[in-house]
Structure formats: C-alpha cells, structure tokens
C-alpha cells in the first residue's frame, strides 16, 4: 500500500509526478450539490505556485487544472471527482547529475532502495510538487467549511531566528498583504530580508507555519487514536519538510504547571468556553468550539547550490551540487498546503460525526 | 467510527473505562509461529504501572491480564489474539464530585457534548487506563522486531526546565535504573526532586520523551500521506496529555540552513549510512537505515488539588477540586507507552512493505 | 491482515475458537444513547443455539455473555462495546484423531498451510462458533434498525429437494413457529422430515434461506464498488458454509427477457413504487424503497459419520471418520446469522450516508 | 464515502462517467519494476469494447488511454498510475426524453434521490462505461498474476435458456474464437442465435458467466469475513447488472448430501489435491490450490425498444421509450470485466498474504 490515499469520508488519492505528464486527484465523498467555485481552487493555487515572487524558486509550473469528472451543471453530483494539471514542459532535460547519485537528504536513496527504481526528474513523486494536487482538494474542502462558518487561517510564523512576538494580536486579513505571508508587515520584512540574504548565498533557511481555525462545533473528533490532533498532525507531517506539529501550548507545555496550564471553563452569555486555550481547542480529541491553534516545523529547503557529499548508487564516494531554480525558504508556499489538509481533516471528522448519536438518526 | 481501530495489517481495537470491568485489546494480524512471551507483556505493563514508585499515582490498578483467544499451544495462531485486564476494583465510588460538572482540561465537556453521554467514573473511556491495552499490543509487536534486530528505546528527556544535555551519550541499559527513566542518573535525581516537590504544592508538570529506533532495514514507509513519521507522529499525539511530536532536527530546523541541515551520504565499510542525522532516519517518508530520533511533549497532567473554576452541565459556574491520587507527572509511566506506539508503526509499515517489489514476489 | 473486522462506521471485530476461552466482538460505532435491550440480544442467541430442538446438534454451548465495555447506566457511550461470552467446557478432549489428518470440506488443510499452525479443537477459529459473536453484533444493530422502521426477516426456503412454493404469501410473523424456521406449517413439516431422515442416515443435507427487508429509506448504499447489494453479498459469503448469494430475481434472471424483468415505476398515493420487485429493491448499488430481497445457498455440513478418504499432514493417505454430535443441516440455526450480518450491513450504509449531500450539512 | 475504491493492497479508485471527460482509474500499490505491456491492455479494452461485433451494442466509444503518472522507462515505479482514457464525443446530444424521467430498473430513480442531482446524460456515473477502468486495472494485475503461473479464464456459460453442458470439457484457448466467448463452437452458435433474435424483438435477454483460476498457491485469503470468496462474491456483485455469484456447487449444494458434496483429500504424485472440486478451490476462506471456479448470472440489460410505463421526478406517470445503441445481452462484453475483477481480489490477497507467517519475516 503505497498510502497516496488520504480520508475516511471525504478521501482524496493523489498521483502524478514533478516531471512526468502531471499531477492530480480524486475526491471521493465529496458532498453533493455543492456549487463548484473554480476561481477559488485556482486562486488556492496561485498562492502555492513558484514564482509568485521574488523569495520563491522562479521555476515555472502550469497550474491550469481539468475537471475530468463528477462535476454537472456546475454541480458536485457525489460521485468522485478528479482534478488534473497537465506539467508544462515535458522536455527531457539533462538529469544525468543526480540520475546515479544520491542527493543529500532528498528521498533519492530511499526511494531507490525501497522500490529498486527511482523517476529522478525533479524528484519525481517525492517532489513538492504532489501538493499541488492536496491545495485542489482542500479549496474543496474550505468551500463546504466556509458554508458551516469554520475559517481557517494559516501564516508564516517564524524564518530562522526572525519570530513573530506572540503578543501581537494576529490580523488574519494582512496575511496575503506580503510575500511572506506573515500578517505583520515589520516582521514580514525581517523574514524576507532573510530569506534574500541566505538566497544570495546559495543556502536556504528553515521555518514555522501556524495556523488558527474558528468556528469550530463543539464534538468534532475521536477519543482514542483518531484524536483530532492526532489527524492533524499526520496531516501537516505529511507535508514535504515538515519536521514537528505541535497543538495548542505543543513544547511550551514541558515546562508548564497544571495549574498555569489549565483552562478554565467559565460561561460567556450563554456560551460555554475556556479563559485560556492552552488545549488549542481539543481536550480528550475532540474540539470544544475554542479555536484549533497549532504549529508546524519546516527544515530548510534540501537543495542548495554547494558542492555536497555523497555516494552514487554503486557507494561510491561523489559530489552533489545543486542546479536549478529552488524555494530559498518553503514557508511562504507551504501556507496554504497547510490550510488544504487541515481543511480536509476538519472537514472529514465532521462527515463522521454526523453518525454518533441516535437521538440524531431516528 | 469511534477510532479505536489502529494499524492496517498490524491491527488493533482497544476497548475498556476506567472503572468499567475491565481495558482489552483484539490484535488482528500478528503474523503467526510467534512463541508468546507472557512474561515480556507482564513486565511491559509493570513499567506503565500507578503505584511502582513515588513519583506516580499510588493507584492500585490490576494488571493481570487473560489473553481470551489467538494463541494455541504458547504460539499465535495468526488468528485475532483478544487480551483483557479485568478492573480489581469496581466498587461505586463516590462520583459526584464531577458527575455533573466540567474538569478543566480534562475530556468530560467534549465527550459529554458529542455523545449525549458520559461514564464519568475516573474519566470512563478518556482514561489513560487505556493505555495498559497498548502496552500489551505494543510488547508483541516488539517480540517481534526483537527478532528482526530491531530496538526501541525511549527515556525520559525532559521534565519541567530540567533537561537531559544533548552532548551526554545516552546508556539505554541504563534507564530503567531510577524511577524516573532518564538514563543519566544525576539529571534524572534533579528530575525526582522537581517532581516531589511539584507534588508536595498539589500541582503538576510537564515533560519530554525521546525515543531512539536502531536497526532499521532501509525502505520501510510510505512516500505521500503515510510518511513513516506521519504515522509516528499521529500514533505519538494519540496518547494522552501529547501536544507535540518532532522528528530528528524537530522545531531546531526552523533556525538551521540547508548547509547545516543535509545530511551528508558517505560509504563506511560498504555500509551507505549519513554523517549527521537531523532527517532523524527518515527520507522522504521512508527510512534510511540510521536510526529513528523523535521527542514528545507532555502537558501538566490535568488533575491538581487546587480549586480551579469551571462551570456544570447546565452552564453554572462552579468549583472544580482534585480528589484521589493522580501523577504529578506523566512521562516516568508514558515511557512504554511511547515504545509500545512506535514498535506497532514500525511493525505495520515493515509487513505492509512486503508486498512493494514484484522481483520479491515472483 | 487477518480480516476479522467488518463495516465501515458501524464496524465489529470478532475474536476466539471454538475450544478456547471463549467467542466474543468488539463493535466500534455503535450510535450512542441506545438503550441496551439485553435480552433481544440473548434472545438471537437462543436461536443460533445448538441444541434448541431435535434437528440441530446436540451439542452444548454456553450463550451467556458478558458486556466488557461501552454501556454506562444500561445505555450505550459511543465507546466500543466489548461483548464476550465464555465457553463453558474447556476440558482437553481427545481431538488426536483429527490432530494429524485433514478432514474434508473443512478448513483443515488450508489454515494448516497458511499459517502453519492450527487449533485443530472443534475446528478453532473456523468453526461457526465464531457466528455467535456475530449474532451479537448484529442484534446490537437491529435494535438500531426498529426504531427506523426497518424490519429484517429471514427463513428457511428450501432444504435438499424441499423447497418452500414461491407462490405462498410468506407470513412473517410464523417464522419461529416451528423448529425449521420455515413460516408455512406444511413445507415445514416436509423439511423436518427431511434432515430427520438424513440425520439417521449420519449425513447431512444443504438448504437456503431466503431474507426480506421491509421499510428501507431510498438512497442507502453506493454505486460503484459498494453497491448495497455487493456488500450483503459478501455479508452472506462470509458465513460458514454458504456457497451462493442471489439479489431480486438473481440466478432466475439469466432466462429473463428485459421486457419482463424490467421494473416499472408507478406512483401510489404519492408513493413511487414499482410493479414488480425483480431488481430485490436495489437499482445502481442503492436502494429503492422496495422490500430487499435476496437467497443465500448452504451447503451440506461437512461433517459426516461415514469414513472417508483423507491425507495426513505428511501426505500419507488416511480415513476420517466423524464424531461428535453436528448439526444436520445448517439452515435453521444460520436465520438468525442471516438477518444479523444483514442488519449490519444496512445499519452501517445508513450511518454513511448521513454525509452524503450538502444541504444536510448546513 | 461514494465507495470508488476496491482492495487494500492493490487498491484502486475509479472515476468518470459515460458523457463526461472521460473515464480513469488511479492504482495504488501495483507491485514496482513491472513491465507495463500496454498493449495487452489494449487487448482487453478492445473485447469489453463496444461495437465489437453484431451481438454488441453499436455506440462508438474510445478506448485509447493514455497513462498519466506511475510509469518511468516503461516499469511501474511503485507510485500510484493513474490511466484516463477521455471520452470522444461529449457533443450534448438530446438526453431531454430520459432527462426528468427515470427510467425502470436503472439507476436514475436511486441516485437523484440519494444525491439530489443527477448526470443523466448516459447514465452518467452508473453507466457500465464505468468498467472500462476496471479492465484496465485488472490487465495490469494479471500481468503480474501470469508471472506467478496464474491463470484466469471467464467464459459464457449461459444465456437465455442455451446453457453450455456441463459435461463438456471447455478448452480456454477457445474462448475468443467466436463473438459471444463461448468455447463451444455448436453452444455458441445458439446462443448467438438467440441474442440476435432477441434484439430483432428490441428485448434483451440475461445470461451467465463461469470462471476459472489455475495455478493457485495454497493459502490465499482470509478466515472469516475476508474470506476469498466472499471477496470474490462483492466483485462479482458490483460489476453492473449482476444479480447472483455462487462459488464451487453454489445453488446446486441445497439439494446435495454432506457424503456426496465433500471433496476428499488425495495425495497425487506428492502433490495434495481433492478428487472432487465441489468447493470451488477455497475452503474456510483460504484457497486449497484447486482451481478456483465461480457463477456470475446477469440480469437482461434494462434498456429495451417498447414503451415502459414509469414516473417523472414529479412523481407523474409517464411513458419511457428506449433510445440508443444498446447491447441485447451483456455478457460477452462481460467476460474480460469478470476476468478482471477476479484477477485485482487475488493479487490483492497474494500481496496480503506475505506477511502472515512470523517465519517468513525473519
């Protein structure tokens, strides 16, 4: 089971390769009757594409996307949907550089091993470029949250040692005002300052995503292994480069106290909610109408144009130096990656809690 | 689907509360000849036991357990193996205490508000007394990578600020030697002391585990969505009182330069092994043959002495106060629960991958 | 993977051999808030028990079961239900005489080679004591399926030569009346008679049941792989000894011209129904509103008095002769299997389809 | 979940419909290193293909595909493929006569009412156009079946009342040397007679399909409710216009005694085989390395020249009158779909199956 299949309810599988004819998906359990709106998947993509500036690769890539089924009369009928975007350019560039050798921390010797043979183009299926084709389905996903009044907002949080203060009150409509995608236009500079510093290098630099979901119901989740957060943080794992996930107070919490720690219930005008949220919103894996805040850790972009260390596929001793046009720093593209697969996990733990309680099925 | 199904061809569905009859498991998928090792289980479950030292919970929970069907003449069957542990003491305690009100940051409000209804005796379900069944799941599947050479240890890394340094060389034989299972006993004693005295205030704190995986073959996991450390990190935030998971470099990657980060190939002895890990073992969502390095964060057990505010399930305000024996701290007991999840991803993955390649098949 | 589970959202697992501690399910799912009707469940059970009449083995079971988990002040939580029941007679009988030997139509030879292991008492796993846990399961989900309206009824159609005249109007409500489970006295009587006979002749002899579901919502059941009548198909393969499953008009269909087995549609008093029911109630893998109706064929039992030609585990040919006290024929103890494993079926279908469409969602 | 996707190692998902884009399926978990012979899958496209003879439907409809991801120098790399094969004529023809009609014994009644939106055009997702992904897939995992001397072959064994003597022995090579792919030249002959004559009649007439797996290792499938059959029974069922499966004597054991109906063991040149095959080569779920042989009976195809009584979405009668190319009886067509879906349970179960014995993992 080579795992490209992602959901319970609403299910996406994804294929396609960086250099092959494209990439795509089929949602399966999509609900039906939703109005399609394509301006929003292609705007979803736009903000994941390369060269959107001047601080991600200028690589280009066609994100022009077919529907080729499950869609009528500019309806969702139900049945599965699949979403393709056809690659570009398809020339057979030269790849005889990384073809028998093995570029440092990229899944070229992993791949190699555990399949026997290995699509080197760009990376193949281990490209960034397979979300994509996560981006599509989870615009879908937002479309049928939106209409339930959840919102999810995600931006960039941290490049290298350039943080934002945590307590600057977040303005979830500045985030696309920047090219970094960090809602606080001093901060943002820093971040992109750095990032064009370390670009100039030749190097590359880590960074942090965090993301806020509102207008959460209260009840969402699975008390056991499927725990909420649990979901979501296999989810944003899953994203290429993301190196730790952390839900509501995450590491912080190492050097808490109970008593710091916990929220207190407390009744606002009829709303029961917490004083605090160090739970970021999920107590016992399942959501409590708070709002969902978590972290993601992204490492530093693997290919860098100094001459590397390694070994071809024979063992021997080689040199790597990266070529082409790649992300300085991934975060700014990675925001709405993340928004995409919390969007879908949300969207399908809501679908499966729909069946929980009698009372709401006779 | 309540989620208390775990693994694909490794599977298991726990079952149980707290204060019920008993906490099972049903392991379906144990690959069978396996000679079962009954005592190996038994003192798994010691480890994860209230009451072992002076640092846990003085509960008294039994832990002896009746293995109900799958092993046939001391060998499984290849058929589900059933497990149960019997609760000792079902005697109606007094609930009242909660019956009717919310815990801060416990699980009572969620499940209350997404079933309709709740055992709330010692937190039913939420209960880490779940846990006992993963322990047992989680000892067979490492009988089973024992005997693939494959070993995983986990320790106490972390508790409140004190920290293991990351320079000392970590003894696995050692961290069973002190109640706290830090395997470098003078921060392990430092550790001891912040907990006695956090427990002597009536509160709780937080910690950290790190768990080390040797004797990985090369190319087990998956490359999209069930990246190897997806599936570590989703089964890690499934345990209780997790809220945050990082894997090799982890959140230091934010800060970290490509140069810095990469993980140099080189050929030592015909051996292809890295001259750094911060990947942490896994590439591309498969493993690289260096050992699997991931740490886990623990929050402040919920349940403290002092009077903490909240409101009952009609929306009143109200006073929460702690009754009965609970851990200051949870990471000493989580440590084999953090194996007992890591050992059933690795087993899964490592069955599942059997079927990749068709020259193994034919 | 053993494939001990089955369905979807309302999902059981079955666990124990015949001779072992004991029969019982885990069933994950379960809508909260139902009140437990324990004796329904016992009362399925009686009907599944050896030793209700004279045409059934006289063999003893136990049918008392224990609820491990998932009940709380008599109704259920939403947590898994673990249900078990304890075979009464563990004692080490002699079993040497098949120990060695294959016994034909049995799962001997095939656990024997697949696992390489096998409880050769009582046939283990794979004798139908395991349909117990079934039953169990299956009772669960038509208390369920009451307060819906639905009503599943299944009997006994045909055994050997015997078969129930498909022109007689089938009344329900005589089903248990007699020990054959057949609802018309006359057919019934001709059936006793039947196995009476070929039980004094220490063979046994095949038969069919036939199953009715009354009451059914339009919409249940997907329209691809699915499909509401592929999934009671397997539901009905899975039971021991079937050898045949046919939907609506099934096998007789193969003379049909369209013209004649076409169902028309008509509208009764603002009802849409059809004329005829060749279609079983199901049209595309989703029900209809008609009645589902559908035949399942058993084979003889495969345990017969006389001696018959074998191999033994080496290979060296060898007699088999029965012992012990089997049923038969296994049809009127398989109604209760019948109507469980449909229940099942239909219950989860109706749980998925809850997310089917938008406007519900909103 | 619209229930598009079918197996858990060798897993595929199918979408499109009949006058949409097109028509694909993606593969997930194809074995990696295979050499992908396209133009076997061509082969079988062309005999599930329209048009294909006098007895078949006229339509025209493309069967070129084209491979979108998985392949790399002509060998599967172990990433999911994804094959579409686009539709050639999406010109929107008029569909208004069916457009707010349903038309009996199809699915449009069921999936407007299920989704509340319906591509009528065609039949949209029902459309048996559907199967030609299945084909594809199943061509694929009979590559690799063949490289493990697996043999699958469906035949017609029945239509209308021409049924093929069971005493004839059939001889596969056979089976594609004449239109209706019966390998009884003189049976063939009146069976094609009879289709011929029934579509003259504008009816069309039911018809069955056996099958037969050689060369099965002893060992594949599952003990209870995966069993190999039941997993065969749920293919068979799902492909449109199926209404019964029955595995080795199927309907024939009702009327059989236990003494006739067991296949005694023997031990032929060191080789353990059955005398008889009554079982159909699985026994308890697992295959005993006999051949495997199965029924499949399809009902007549449901579109048919004379006028129908039914109802418009309205729920007022109307009058529906069969338009189009349709086929007067399925199962020609049918055989390369059976083969298909057949061939994807065993490869699925063989892939399953390799990681059952603790001896063969260590």
Redesign the interface.
């Known amino acids: 089971?080579?795992?490209?299949?992602?959901g319970?309810?609403y299910?996406i599988?994804?294929?396609?390769?960086s250099h092959?004819?494209?990439?795509?998906v089929?949602i399966?359990?999509c609900?039906?009757?939703?109005e399609l709106d394509e301006d929003h998947i292609f705007a979803e993509l736009q903000r994941r594409k390369p060269g959107q500036s001047k601080i991600v690769t200028q690589r280009h890539e066609n994100e022009e996307f077919?529907?080729?089924?499950?869609v009528?009369?500019g309806?969702?009928?139900?049945?599965?949907?699949?979403i393709?975007i056809r690659n570009q350019d398809q020339r057979s560039k030269d790849y005889s550089h990384i073809m028998d050798k093995?570029r440092?921390?990229?899944?070229d010797?992993?791949?190699s091993?555990?399949?026997?043979?290995?699509?080197y183009r760009g990376g193949?299926?281990?490209s960034a470029r397979?979300t994509a084709a996560r981006v599509i389905a989870g615009a879908l996903a937002t479309q049928?949250l939106t209409?339930?009044g959840i919102k999810i907002n995600a931006y960039v949080n941290?490049?290298?040692?350039i943080k934002l203060d945590s307590s600057i009150e977040v303005d979830y409509s500045k985030i696309d005002d920047n090219i970094i995608r960090c809602p606080h236009p001093q901060t943002a500079d820093q971040m992109i300052d750095l990032i064009t510093k370390?670009k100039k290098e030749g190097?590359?630099?880590?960074?942090?995503i965090r993301c806020n979901i509102s207008g959460m119901p209260?009840?969402?989740?699975?008390?056991?292994?499927?725990?909420l957060?649990?979901?979501l943080?296999?989810?944003m794992?899953?994203i290429n480069a993301v190196?730790?996930?952390?839900?509501?107070?995450?590491?912080d919490?190492?050097?808490?106290?109970?008593?710091?720690?916990?929220?207190?219930?407390?009744?606002v005008d009829?709303q029961?909610t917490?004083?605090t949220n160090?739970?970021?919103g999920?107590?016992?894996?399942?959501?409590?109408g708070m709002d969902i805040t978590f972290n993601v850790?992204?490492?530093?972009?693997?290919?860098?144009i100094?001459a590397?260390?390694?070994?071809d596929k024979e063992?021997?001793?080689t040199i790597v130096t990266g070529k082409g046009r790649h992300d300085p720093c991934v975060v700014p593209r990675a925001v709405p990656i993340v928004e995409s697969m919390a969007s879908m996990v949300i969207l399908d733990h809501?679908?499966?809690?729909?069946?929980?309680?009698?009372?709401d099925?006779?």
Do not use: C, W
């Open positions: 089971m080579a795992g490209n299949t992602f319970t309810l299910k599988t994804t294929f396609g390769e092959g004819k494209g990439i795509g089929v399966d359990g609900p039906s009757g939703l077919e529907i080729l089924s499950g009528f009369e309806k969702t009928t139900g049945t599965p949907l699949a393709f093995y440092p921390s990229h899944a010797y992993t791949y091993k555990k399949y026997g043979i290995r699509d193949g299926r281990s397979e049928v209409q339930m941290q490049v290298g040692n370390t190097d590359t630099i880590g960074g942090a209260v009840g969402i989740g699975a008390p056991v292994f499927d725990k957060h649990a979901e943080g296999k989810a794992l899953s190196k730790g996930f952390e839900i509501g107070s995450g590491f919490a190492i050097t808490m106290k109970g008593s710091e720690h916990n929220d207190a219930f407390e009744n009829g029961i917490t004083k160090y739970s970021g999920i107590q016992g894996g399942i959501s409590n850790a992204f490492k530093p972009v693997a290919t860098i100094s590397q260390d390694s070994v063992g021997n001793a809501i679908l499966i809690d729909r069946s929980t309680r009698l009372e099925l006779i």
